[in-house]
């Protein structure tokens, strides 16, 4: 992880927006699908926080047609790896370690 200045971040903090993060910051892209199943929500609750991560510009959210079927994929913007970089590096200057 590069050196970014500790800084608590409400948008990413809420559990599932902060797994999303956390399984976005290690890829490029993932499925929807696959976010989903990792963190372990619904369709919609997972819309929900994709959502908010998208209207604060940490997230973009990519649809395609594949085999006639859409899918969507997450991936972080730059915006989003530096805030949650940023989180994480909080996290651990907060419990010390």
Do not use: N, W
């Not at 948008?11 to 696959?34: I, K, N, S, Y």
């Not at 908010?52 to 594949?66: F, I, N, P, S």
């Amino acid at each position: 992880m590069t050196a970014v200045a500790p800084r608590f971040d409400p948008v990413v903090h809420a559990p599932p927006r902060l797994q999303v993060c956390g399984l976005l910051a290690a890829v490029d892209t993932m499925e929807f699908a696959t976010v989903r199943d990792a963190v372990g929500v619904s369709d919609s609750v997972l819309s929900k926080h994709v959502k908010q991560l998208e209207d604060a510009g940490y997230v973009r959210v990519r649809k395609a047609t594949v085999a006639s079927r859409q899918r969507t994929s997450l991936g972080l913007t730059p915006e989003g790896r530096a805030a949650f970089d940023a989180h994480v590096a909080e996290l651990r200057r907060i419990t010390g370690s």
